[in-house]
């Protein structure tokens, strides 16, 4: 079955800077790439999704990139501000079932 | 818009006792799914409905665990007999279609289960 791995575990960055988070999946029929945001005590909540046969997608102040070859994508929030602090979680989806990575907990300093 | 509701938000109980969990999808939604999420881990999938039909099981313990939608509407999960390392989040989430590549999942808020 798919497994899905993501780092770092903890991203600490001052507002304003940049955060990347990186996620590798292993099963080649994987097709949908969410990630969700989730704040503490708070519903997983969907920020930015991309399907296999896009290689990049944006909103806003909030990027994802996917590598099929690789089997890689990365979530770049750019303009960190304090309210971004969260837990973000990435997933693949692949033959409907849905596979979520272990987290990065994003901490935004002032 | 109404949410995924569930319910209850918090429950404590002791090994060897039985709890049941609640949720009501986003109306018109076909796909329900529980999933389990342990602190500082994701959300594991338990099981899949699509309408009132079981989709995905696989990682359901089903020595413990049971879940129904009777009518493909609201669904239960059930634990009995619990134990401690049942302790977690339990997330119900919603999708409009039938769980394909682009159909978004919509979590509900979660019931946070304590097993002492």
């Known amino acids: 079955g798919e497994n899905v791995e993501q780092h770092p575990s903890t991203l600490s960055v001052q507002e304003g800077d940049s955060a990347v988070i990186k996620c590798t999946y292993s099963d080649s029929a994987s097709n949908y790439f969410p990630w969700y945001k989730q704040e503490l005590g708070k519903r997983p909540q969907l920020i930015i999704d991309i399907r296999s046969n896009v290689g990049e997608k944006k909103d806003q102040r909030i990027a994802v990139t996917l590598n099929k070859t690789a089997k890689h994508f990365s979530l770049h929030i750019t303009e960190t501000q304090p309210e971004d602090s969260a837990v973000y979680f990435c997933a693949a989806k692949s033959f409907q079932k849905l596979v979520f990575g272990t987290g990065t907990r994003l901490l935004v300093s002032p | 818009e109404a949410g995924v509701a569930q319910s209850p938000r918090y429950k404590i109980i002791e090994k060897r006792q039985s709890v049941a969990f609640w949720c009501n999808p986003i109306?018109?939604?076909?796909?329900l799914y529980w999933y389990q999420q342990i602190l500082g881990q994701g959300p594991k999938l338990l099981i899949q409905?699509?309408?009132?039909?079981?989709?995905?099981d696989s990682q359901l313990p089903k020595d413990r665990f049971s879940a129904e939608r009777l009518k493909g509407v609201d669904s239960t999960l059930k634990i009995q007999p619990a134990k401690l390392e049942d302790s977690a989040v339990y997330l119900c989430?919603?999708?409009?279609?039938?769980?394909?590549?682009?159909?978004?999942?919509?979590f509900g808020p979660g019931t946070r289960l304590t097993v002492l």
């Open positions: 109306s018109g939604h076909a796909t």
């Open positions: 409905f699509q309408n009132n039909g079981v989709v995905d």
């Open positions: 989430a919603s999708s409009l279609g039938a769980g394909g590549s682009t159909d978004t999942q919509y």
